[in-house]
Nanobody, 115 residues
Framework: QVQLVESGGGLVQAGGSLRLSCTVF????????MDWYRRAPGKQREFVAS???????NYADSVKGRFTACRGNAKNTVWLQMHSLKSEDTDVYYC?????????WGQGTQVTVSS
């Protein structure tokens, strides 16, 4: 069974920073592309960032220059460092990866940015 566990969300003031973590259990992520998405209730899921191997990254235009994705294969973990947070970044953030066992999602972590 593949399990993705996100953490690090919380309440932060606009302009602040948070670092999200996603630790994967059940598979090794050495060769996996790891994605971050976000979705607020009633809204469509939105791509945020991806990181492939070794560390090629891709970002949504809305977060470029503010968010940084990185990975630690030894810890089977990826991180999303978020700076200069805005109220519109308020969402539930999910990590995702495809594996031989299918499309795998975490439970999400809530990020709330107060203005």
């Amino acid at each position: 069974q593949v399990q993705l566990v996100e953490s690090g969300g919380g309440l932060v003031q606009a302009g602040g920073s948070l670092r999200l973590s996603c630790t994967v259990f059940g598979i090794l992520i050495n060769d996996n592309v790891m994605d971050w998405y976000r979705r607020a209730p009633g809204k469509q899921r939105e791509f945020v960032a991806s990181i492939s191997t070794p560390s090629t990254t891709n970002y949504a235009d809305s977060v470029k220059g503010r968010f940084t994705a990185c990975r630690g294969n030894a810890k089977n973990t990826v991180w999303l460092q978020m700076h200069s947070l805005k109220s519109e970044d308020t969402d539930v953030y999910y990590c995702n990866t495809w594996s031989a066992k299918g499309d795998n999602w975490g439970q999400g972590t809530q990020v709330t940015v107060s203005s």
